[in-house]
């Protein structure tokens, strides 16, 4: 993504240790014992208990933008919790639950495409508060609660023959334990059968046995559970934790190739009655019960471990993020190139402009700058107003490990870019007929028509600049009243001609973006492309070349 001039955002929260937490949006409903698969890059959430009953809510996370949406409600009358949950070839299934669907045997399939549910498969034997994997088509199902009684019962359900199978019970028999699968191999851990149990056991489908594996350090029931780095990561649940709250905050990873736990980073949120849901490089946790008992939340938190390679930021790889050129000035957005930096695409969706954003953040001088996009290969930010004089040293910092810094010239008074539709600095300029939301431009994907001498435009950049009086707080938008000017007033030619500007100062609404009102002169060239530059003074850098449609 190259940066355009409508921008947006996110706030984060860290807790820096071995990992990192982030907070993310909240989820939409305050429940607990909500569950949570993964499909396509998307985190599925449904069922639970709230205060007033149980929940037949779906809700769709999409970690880009950092938002919520509902999808089509579980189609049960009083809702369910404690469901056992798994995604099989891009669809939810849904494999027993408490609640109105206690005792039930409907084997329900959710499909993402129609936004539709239906019933697929009868349990042999029903129940929640299981643990519940997928390995290939199957998804294997373990313990549980059935009748109120915990059981050992382990059984799986092929997707594609929405066939179920009885399998070998569990060597011991609980409920609100959590599973995982990893390396073909399915893993039930912790839980409770009347008190909580260490148990952690690997079921070998080609053999058809289970073995007792390294029992877990913090036995709890109600946990919740991911894998990352290939490893099983285990957080939260609720028992004996010597709190009042009689929840855990612990974040322990299991290892099967060693047979070992460790600690990791403890969860911000002690929470019980949570899921996870695993996406390339991070856990998402929504929901769970911040006491023991029907205590409801919404908070949402993910957990990210640290790169195995730092991240790594190119040689001349900061760069004007309108024009791409290789200097920067105050209050510029930037575009940082590299390798590493972030685990997957996320956009600031709110203000004010989050300092991390999926456990990244661009460090200058040592101080965090505010973010617009990540992604593994590219971060967007705001170069603050205020800098102190001299050379500028700057950094990347993904969950704890930190990239060597990229040093770079001391700041230029200005360095001006013009944002490009195209988002290449080249082209058809991001200029606007005033007051309208029509492009100055011939036809195009976008509403457009060509200015008329005489008409007011609306032009976008970066890099203009110090302000007249104080700058936004960082990373807030501009405000539309009173307009903040720059301290010096833009001069822009058009068409060959020089225009007469009115106003150049900061986007109301956004941040770090410029706009500059300028007449389109009578002497300008007309044309579908007439030439526009900017520059904030003689002796300072000019712009680059975008252009727009003129007519007389």
Request: net charge neutral; hydrophobic share 40%; proline share 8%.
């Amino acid at each position: 993504m190259r940066t355009c001039f409508a921008v947006a955002l996110l706030l984060a929260k860290t807790v820096v240790a071995q990992g990192v937490w982030e907070t993310r949006a909240s989820y939409p409903i305050e429940a607990t014992e909500v569950s949570a698969v993964e499909i396509d890059g998307q985190v599925y959430a449904l069922c639970g208990l709230t205060l007033t009953g149980s929940s037949s809510a779906l809700f769709i996370y999409n970690p880009r933008t950092d938002s919520w949406r509902p999808g089509a409600p579980l189609p049960v009358a009083g809702g369910a919790d404690h469901c056992n949950v798994a995604a099989v070839g891009g669809r939810l299934y849904l494999l027993g639950a408490l609640g109105a669907l206690a005792g039930s045997a409907d084997t329900y399939e959710y499909d993402p495409r129609t936004d539709r549910w239906q019933v697929v498969g009868r349990m042999p034997n029903p129940r929640g508060a299981s643990g519940a994997a997928a390995i290939g088509s199957k998804i294997f199902v373990a313990g549980g609660l059935a009748g109120g009684r915990s059981v050992a019962t382990f059984e799986a359900f092929d997707a594609a023959t929405r066939q179920w199978t009885p399998l070998p019970n569990m060597l011991t028999a609980r409920d609100h334990l959590t599973a995982q699968a990893l390396n073909g191999r399915f893993y039930a851990i912790s839980g409770r059968e009347g008190e909580v149990l260490e148990a952690n056991e690997e079921y070998d489908p080609e053999t058809n046995t289970w073995r007792r594996r390294a029992p877990i350090l913090t036995p709890r029931g109600g946990l919740g559970s991911g894998v990352l780095g290939g490893r099983i990561q285990v957080f939260g649940g609720e028992g004996p934790s010597g709190t009042p709250q009689g929840t855990y905050r612990h974040n322990e990873e299991y290892d099967p190739a060693t047979d070992r736990w460790r600690s990791l980073a403890p969860m911000p949120t002690p929470r019980h009655g949570i899921y996870g849901a695993t996406l390339p490089g991070a856990v998402f946790v929504p929901g769970g019960g911040p006491r023991a008992g029907l205590f409801v939340s919404n908070v949402h938190e993910a957990f990210f471990l640290p790169p195995a390679e730092a991240p790594a930021i190119e040689r001349g790889g900061v760069r004007n993020a309108a024009s791409h050129a290789e200097t920067v000035s105050p209050g510029t957005l930037v575009s940082l190139f590299g390798r590493n930096l972030a685990p997957r695409e996320q956009a600031a969706s709110r203000f004010p402009l989050p300092l991390q954003m999926s456990a990244t953040a661009v460090r200058v001088n040592g101080t965090p700058a505010p973010l617009l996009y990540v992604s593994p290969s590219q971060i967007n930010f705001l170069l603050p107003h205020e800098l102190a004089a001299g050379t500028l040293t700057v950094t990347v910092w993904h969950a704890g490990v930190e990239s060597q810094g990229l040093a770079l010239p001391a700041p230029a008074a200005s360095t001006p870019g013009l944002f490009s539709l195209s988002q290449t600095g080249e082209g058809q300029g991001a200029i606007l007929i005033a007051g309208t939301s029509l492009v100055a431009g011939q036809i195009l994907e976008v509403a457009s028509r060509p200015a008329r001498k005489g008409e007011i435009v609306e032009i976008y950049a970066t890099g203009l600049g110090r302000v007249a009086g104080a700058a936004p707080p960082l990373g807030q938008p501009a405000p539309a009243s009173p307009l903040v000017a720059t301290a010096r007033l833009a001069r822009v030619t058009m068409g060959g001609a020089a225009a007469e500007v009115l106003f150049s100062g900061l986007a109301p609404g956004l941040a770090g973006v410029y706009q500059v009102n300028a007449r389109v002169p009578a002497g300008a060239a007309a044309g579908p492309r007439a030439v526009v530059t900017l520059r904030m003074a003689e002796d300072e850098p000019i712009s680059n070349t975008v252009t727009m449609a003129v007519v007389e």
